[in-house]
């Protein structure tokens, strides 16, 4: 890919964008419908369907989360090299709309019996490996589509474009109308009829994505291109083409994501292994392969990577362990009715779409004045904001005259505020990412990105792990000493995220430099 592909895209814009981006917009939205459907229920699936204990479900659930993130590196390398994003996000369409079918496939329920004083859980085999291997395709579809949908966003603009920014947060936007609506559909299909039928307007969702995206795709061009058509068609193995070779491996890979999820700490060595494997290639890359102005930037590109690791540890209790606590400890009646926990992972995508349009203008606004925030200053700004939020939640729970639940408005109160913080850091994130990184590798970078949200994905389940609670089939035993043991870890988390937020506002400056230019 070249730096300027806008120029191959169709000029004609809607709402001052390249129409691409409305594609995009869609596509992800409703990818991220059916991901946020199923991920609203997962850690519910997980303690009340097959009956795991908060901490064996919590490692699950990491697993899973950091797997999906863990992916885009292996998606965005082969879009890179061989298929081309158009190519890479069709693979992983199909492979997420037969995941999310596969997911409602329920079977029965486990059963927990105690014999000679030792808890027992039966759990039917077939289900539970149909469920295993059904997040193994989620896991392949994301990666192949998670990297690639967000490249192709990056080459409608320009490095220097003050519209890119703009660009990535109504991108952001499109995510979370699809979050907010997959939360609130299945976790109410979930209420009234069952885990079987949440899962499966999920998939149903993927596969209108998968519709958009067909019929829009020639909007990006030569950008969604494969660099060497011709090398994509040769024959590698007789009667198979690279490119059938690369669906073949990528199955291949969907068989590899079912066995690792079923082995958690497994997944937390490859994750490992990985981080640093890629941040090696990166270095080496920068050195032997940049000028020195294109390797200071793809450098502090790389660092701030780190903080996504910090960030989404703490942010993903959403899914876990701030999503149980939900259902234990929260007061959900609103109106005379309780609500369906699992409906509360629509909160933030709900600020993100009353946010997300403001904030997109406020960075234009600021920039044309020379007053933006430069990149590391509004990650540092995000870290900080985490923090808060856990330490309001904390300071509720102070106040609460029941000690076994806490008033919803907290709850909102810290979404509200990890929201504003994942506005400063993941869409500008995303934008950064494209912009600091050399056009020829900005797939693989991008998958970097991705697999530093993988590491912090992981360690996620260990902090929501020490929040976990004695329970007997899936309820609570101590509700009172459950939210003691949340608080406790909220506060450390929230003290944590603001000193190291602080200690990031510091050398901001000096990121800054290195950047040359780009903000």
Not at 24 to 36: A, I, N, P
Not at 225 to 237: R, T
Not at 280 to 292: D, G, I, R, S
Not at 490 to 513: C, D, E, R
Request: with cysteine; net charge neutral; hydrophobic share 50%.
């Amino acid at each position: 890919m070249t730096d300027n592909l806008s120029t191959s895209v169709a000029p004609k814009e809607f709402l001052g964008h390249p129409r691409g981006l409305v594609i995009c917009f869609l596509t992800e939205m409703w990818e991220r419908f059916s991901y946020y459907g199923m991920r609203a229920l997962l850690i519910f699936y997980l303690t009340q369907h097959f009956l795991f204990s908060d901490q064996s479900a919590s490692s699950i659930y990491a697993a899973y989360i950091s797997l999906v993130y863990i992916t885009p590196v292996i998606g965005g390398v082969v879009a890179d090299r061989y298929i081309g994003p158009v190519k890479a996000v069709i693979l992983g369409s199909l492979l997420l709309v037969a995941g999310h079918l596969g997911m409602a496939i329920e079977g029965s329920q486990a059963v927990e019996t105690i014999v000679g004083g030792e808890t027992l859980i039966q759990r039917d085999p077939l289900y539970l490996q149909v469920f295993y291997f059904s997040l193994g395709l989620i896991i392949m579809g994301v990666g192949f589509l998670k990297a690639n949908i967000s490249t192709l966003v990056g080459s409608m603009y320009e490095r220097e474009d003050p519209r890119r920014d703009g660009a990535f947060t109504l991108f952001y936007m499109g995510i979370n109308a699809g979050s907010f609506l997959g939360a609130i559909i299945c976790g109410l299909l979930l209420q009234y009829k069952g885990f079987s039928w949440g899962f499966g307007a999920a998939g149903i969702g993927m596969l209108f994505g998968l519709v958009v995206f067909i019929k829009g795709h020639h909007l990006f061009g030569d950008a969604g291109k494969p660099k060497d058509p011709v090398a994509l068609q040769q024959k590698i193995i007789p009667g198979i083409s690279r490119e059938i070779l690369i669906y073949i491996l990528a199955f291949v890979g969907v068989l590899v994501c079912w066995q690792l999820m079923q082995a958690p700490p497994l997944v937390g060595g490859l994750v490992g292994a990985t981080l640093v494997g890629m941040t090696l290639t990166v270095v080496v890359y920068a050195f032997t392969k940049c000028e020195p102005m294109d390797r200071n930037r793809m450098l502090v590109c790389l660092f701030l990577m780190s903080y996504q690791i910090i960030f989404w540890s703490l942010w993903e209790q959403t899914g876990s362990s701030l999503n149980l606590m939900a259902d234990r400890n929260v007061d959900r009646i609103v109106f005379g009715l309780e609500l369906p926990a699992a409906m509360f992972q629509s909160v933030n995508a709900f600020f993100i779409i009353t946010l997300a349009p403001i904030f997109s203008i406020v960075w234009i606004y600021l920039n044309r004045r020379g007053w933006e925030p430069s990149t590391p200053t509004k990650f540092a700004l995000a870290l900080m904001q985490l923090g808060l939020g856990f330490l309001f939640l904390v300071y509720g729970a102070s106040l609460a005259t029941d000690p076994t639940q806490i008033a919803l408005i907290w709850l909102i109160l810290l979404y509200l505020l990890h929201t504003t913080a994942e506005l400063c850091i993941s869409p500008v994130g995303l934008s950064m990412t494209t912009k600091l990184s050399v056009p020829s590798v900005v797939g693989m970078m991008m998958g970097c990105w991705f697999l530093a949200m993988a590491g912090g994905n992981y360690i996620s389940g260990t902090i929501a792990a020490m929040t976990g609670s004695d329970t007997i089939g899936g309820e609570v035993v101590d509700p009172a000493a459950a939210l003691a043991n949340y608080m406790d870890v909220y506060y450390t988390a929230g003290i944590y995220s603001i000193g190291i937020g602080v200690l990031a506002l510091f050398i901001s400056p000096v990121l800054k430099q290195f950047m040359h230019g780009i903000k």
